[in-house]
């Protein structure tokens, strides 16, 4: 009962204390919880069902693009990470040693993996020996480490999970293209899937991959007006093929340097999901995303024949394609609603004695609460709609915040105001210097996000020292 | 062309050296490769694939029995392992060991999990309360490390991928019931999609998971007549719950503590897979888990139309629901059939002007080389009815090979012959000692594999000491 009742229990309102509401929204939607390793998370099981639907939906759509699953070791030893000289410099200083091995000290130490580019090219130096061995367009999925100080659920543990694209390609043109289709992936995905709006763009060499030429971003606008970096794709030139040695021998016999990329997206994108769509009763997931898309909720189910109808719809639902359960517990209508709704369960579905008498069950949108009564005739052809319809009104709503928390500055006045005062995007004109980024760090805690792809000409000068502009940038305070 | 070279040349035969044709298999079929970390694997493409296939045929099978899964953290505190004794004491010696995190010392050190049994007692000591929040039925995929001396593909290395499902009961009867459900599911997966046949049984005290009250294990024969366990599952009582003190309260408001399983399979299996229905040509996959199932070679395939017509034909059986690819590489055909003999693909269909012209195609099975002429117009069909023909015929082909490497042996100098002359397993009576056990192995390197559900009475001496016996085991050499 004790566990009943703080199911029931509201959570803190976002406008209250965002950060709170977050953390609320995690624990009481079953989403993850705390480990006894200090900065690990325990992603349960409703956190973990969208981690996998993801996955698949990602992994399909990378194998239509010719991506292969490898798995390479989860150790980096010390030698190989010191490689790439950028690489390490951006590495050593958060990651996890491993010194000993059974009783015995080891002669090298090892890391546990940040990021796998050292063994991809330390593999891909004995593996490439032919133009016919390109391109090299590997993946895998797993979890890695990094030895964060402060961490929050999702958005920053010392171990996550995520998927890594490592590529191998004869030309600067073919990496660049890769590069680019991934990010475009990842931002389709988000869009189609998710829901999520993204800015796409390119990151500032101050904001850049160690060791990148360059690096795109998709950048995603939260609900409290910062930004979440929800994926990032780099490219690589022949930086690291230089180091590693990785050569081919082309058609006309000469030896040349593999171009590489590598692009990723990790369970951070959960808590881009929690922290757009969400809202003060809890969780709120797309119906392209939700592990469980439909709860069908019995009214009166102890009168004859509402459970055994219940189970009906949901074997007609099932047949259909779509995820359902029906939750048959003995909690009270009312408990079972708030449920749904702190699970963020997109369609609710209520069916009782009345309904079956009018042959008719109740549909309870997630997103907006709206009711509608359903003829259980139409009942497969309108449970699709109706999902079809929370998707795209998921997809508007985050949209029209984006558009509408997206502000422009031409000065430094007002884009200090702005940053200040109006949480979301300020986009505003950069003369490309670090050291003016590195001042409006300073000043107003804001970064920038990226130099999106659709550029903007707002003004000739750089918001900050005046001298003449080079590029529109998004600045946003981050996560 | 070094490479095309490479791959025609043919491998050690098994009769020759079973272990060098294993690592030759291994390697020029590409299903994993060395890394620069000693002992560690990279599983390359070929090789993950069929991974990938065992965990979606696997994860479907669990979820069906309820099974939900999530993600532990990778490290394990110290002062974590060692709180339940036996399972420490097994797992200590052979752990690598986290001591510094980014520039700092750990106050305490972890180890990268060797098995998470502490890790889930740990989160279902907080997790657990009521009877209501059982049974609690989790999986997880994921590495884990253990610091082995002497590695060898698959079979042995520091790092694997598996599965490992961890459940806590409400009481004895249900864990019981888990851990043999678990074992039954793992034996119908290794016979009814791998095509290998397992022996199920009970470890001895001696060969149990440290910890575990009860082990029970699939032991499958390999093609040079030694053992492979292939999958284990365990009944941990209420060991690990008096450790941990994982306490829930009961119905009639008692505390009690709750009952726990595990159980897990690894990419050790492809080991088996490799080494129960391999041949001197290289791998061979049933089709039901192969990743590609049809290879089509077009013979001629500079004539006019041949090439369109094989693209036709992956068309057809692409929409039919196969795995199918076309080789249009410029090899010879030739090359092109010993490769897909190399890399175990089930079915080779052979398309050429010929053929065309008599609306028919060679299927090449590529368990017994058989061919036979099909009418282009029972492609499907004729297709759907060979994979079947080929999965049975590698199961029988391994049921056999398994009858007839099983011996039985009543006495000592028998037994002792058996083992040392006839590669497979020995059935003997055994008295349920530990020092018989001891003796068997010091004297002829066999282990004891199982006590099989299935028991037979062959005498009533135990094999080794001549008192009273009270088990048959199963013994043999093992990898």
Not at 128 to 142: A, F, K, M, T
Not at 198 to 204: E, I
Not at 242 to 263: C, G, M, P, R
Request: aromatic share 10%; hydrophobic share 35%.
């Amino acid at each position: 009962m004790a566990k009943d009742k703080k199911m029931v229990e509201s959570i803190t309102s976002m406008s209250e204390d965002f950060a709170q509401w977050y953390t609320d929204v995690v624990k009481k939607a079953e989403l993850c919880d705390y480990a006894s390793v200090k900065g690990c998370m325990v992603i349960k099981p409703a956190g973990f069902a969208i981690w996998e639907n993801i996955q698949k939906e990602l992994d399909r759509r990378f194998k239509e693009t010719g991506v292969e699953n490898v798995y390479m070791p989860i150790f980096i030893p010390e030698s190989l990470l010191q490689k790439e000289k950028d690489h390490v410099e951006g590495f050593a200083p958060e990651v996890a040693w491993v010194t000993h091995g059974g009783m015995e000290p080891l002669q090298e130490r090892m890391c546990v993996r940040p990021t796998s580019e050292t063994l991809f090219c330390d593999f891909y130096a004995k593996d490439i020996h032919s133009y016919r061995d390109l391109p090299r367009v590997y993946n895998q999925w797993c979890s890695v480490v990094r030895w964060e100080k402060t961490t929050r659920p999702f958005l920053r543990s010392r171990e996550f999970l995520w998927q890594e694209g490592h590529t191998a390609h004869a030309t600067a043109e073919e990496a660049e293209a890769r590069t680019q289709q991934m990010l475009n992936l990842y931002a389709d995905f988000c869009e189609e899937v998710l829901a999520i709006p993204v800015v796409r763009g390119q990151k500032t060499d101050k904001e850049k991959f160690a060791g990148a030429e360059a690096t795109y971003t998709i950048e995603a606008l939260m609900h409290d007006g910062k930004a979440l970096q929800s994926g990032t794709s780099h490219n690589f030139g022949d930086g690291f093929a230089k180091a590693f040695e990785i050569q081919y021998t082309d058609k006309d016999n000469s030896l040349k340097y593999v171009h590489q990329t590598s692009w990723g997206m990790s369970t951070r994108i959960i808590g881009a999901l929690i922290m757009v769509h969400g809202d003060d009763n809890g969780l709120v997931l797309p119906p392209r995303i939700a592990p469980v898309q439909i709860m069908i909720v019995p009214v009166q189910q102890q009168k004859e024949g509402v459970l055994a109808k219940a189970q009906e719809l949901k074997e007609r639902l099932m047949k259909a394609g779509f995820s359902v359960k029906v939750d048959d517990s003995d909690k009270s209508p009312g408990w079972k609603f708030a449920d749904c709704e702190m699970r963020g369960i997109p369609l609710r579905i209520e069916i009782g004695p009345k309904d079956m008498e009018n042959n008719q069950a109740v549909f309870v949108r997630r997103d907006n609460h709206e009711k509608t009564f359903i003829s259980l005739d139409e009942l497969e052809t309108k449970t699709g709609e109706m999902l079809d319809t929370i998707q795209q009104a998921l997809l508007d709503k985050a949209k029209a915040h984006l558009a509408s928390h997206t502000y422009e500055a031409v000065c430094w006045d007002e884009f200090v105001d702005t940053i200040n005062n109006k949480p979301g995007f300020v986009k505003a004109m950069w003369c490309g210097c670090q050291e003016c980024e590195d001042k409006i760090k300073e000043v107003t805690g804001a970064t920038s996000r990226c130099m999106p792809f659709a550029q903007e000409n707002l003004s000739d000068k750089c918001i900050c020292c005046g001298k003449p502009a080079k590029k529109m940038v998004y600045w946003g305070r981050a996560y």
